[in-house]
Nanobody, 117 residues
Framework: QVQLVESGGGLVQFGGSLRLSCAASGSIFRIYAMGWYRQVPGKQRELVAS???????NYAESVKGRFTISRDNAKNTIYLQMNSLKPEDTAVYSC???????????WGQGTQVTVSS
């Protein structure tokens, strides 16, 4: 089992910045990738950014150049630095951890990010 605890969401104005954190605990040694997803009501959840154990990153086109995913291995934590935020970034952001099997797929509780225009 893996537990993921997110923090850092909130309300920010257009053009502002926020940093999300996701702390992992439990059987984390089997994690090979972690990422941030977001979802708005009525739409499918979408991948925002991910980072592998080896440090490879992947970003949604809509956030490239504005968001940065990083990790602190000593703290078992990943971060999502979000700059130049837009109203269309408003969503519930959830942290995800994936491992070697389909069943090894864990989610945090989600944190609301709201960008006002």
């Amino acid at each position: 089992q893996v537990q993921l605890v997110e923090s850092g969401g909130g309300l920010v104005q257009f053009g502002g910045s926020l940093r999300l954190s996701c702390a992992a605990s439990g059987s984390i040694f089997r994690i090979y990738a972690m990422g941030w997803y977001r979802q708005v009501p009525g739409k499918q959840r979408e991948l925002v950014a991910s980072i592998t154990r080896g440090g490879s990153t992947n970003y949604a086109e809509s956030v490239k150049g504005r968001f940065t995913i990083s990790r602190d291995n000593a703290k078992n934590t990943i971060y999502l630095q979000m700059n130049s935020l837009k109203p269309e970034d408003t969503a519930v952001y959830s942290c995800n951890a994936k491992g070697p099997t389909i069943a090894y797929d864990y989610w945090g509780q989600g944190t609301q990010v709201t960008v006002s225009s």
